[in-house]
């Protein structure tokens, strides 16, 4: 029904930047909330940044300043620019939004299949 597919991962230096994009295509009628979580091995999934349909974000500590999450609510997008990459961002970066499949459904949470970051020393 829904699909959210990420891309732009990859492999960097310490310092350099990446963009993250997530499309969400399929039976998407609205979107609310956009995210974007890492899980690094070892560690807790956890929230990176989010973005309302109406642009209001909010970002973890460890990447405020740092990283920019935006959206393309025409194209059903969501991006998340990362700058200044520390070792410690490395993870499994996954979108996750929250969208309805009709005018008569609920919102649901959907997520990507997630996609690798990773920063060298």
């Known amino acids: 029904q829904v699909q959210l597919v990420e891309s732009g991962g990859g492999l960097v230096q310490a310092g350099g930047s990446l963009r993250l994009a997530c499309a969400a295509s399929g039976r998407v009628f609205t979107i609310n909330v956009m995210g974007w979580y890492r899980q690094a091995p070892g560690k807790q999934r956890e929230l990176v940044a989010r973005i309302t349909s109406g642009g209001s974000t909010n970002y973890a500590d460890s990447v405020k300043g740092r990283f920019t999450i935006s959206r393309d609510n025409v194209k059903n997008t969501v991006y998340l620019q990362m700058n200044s990459l520390k070792p410690e961002d490395a993870a499994v970066y996954s979108c996750?939004?929250?969208?309805?499949?009709?005018?008569?459904?609920?919102?649901?949470?959907?997520w990507g299949q997630g996609t690798q970051v990773t920063v060298s020393s």
């Open positions: 996750n939004a929250d969208i309805r499949t009709s005018f008569i459904d609920s919102y649901s949470y959907y």
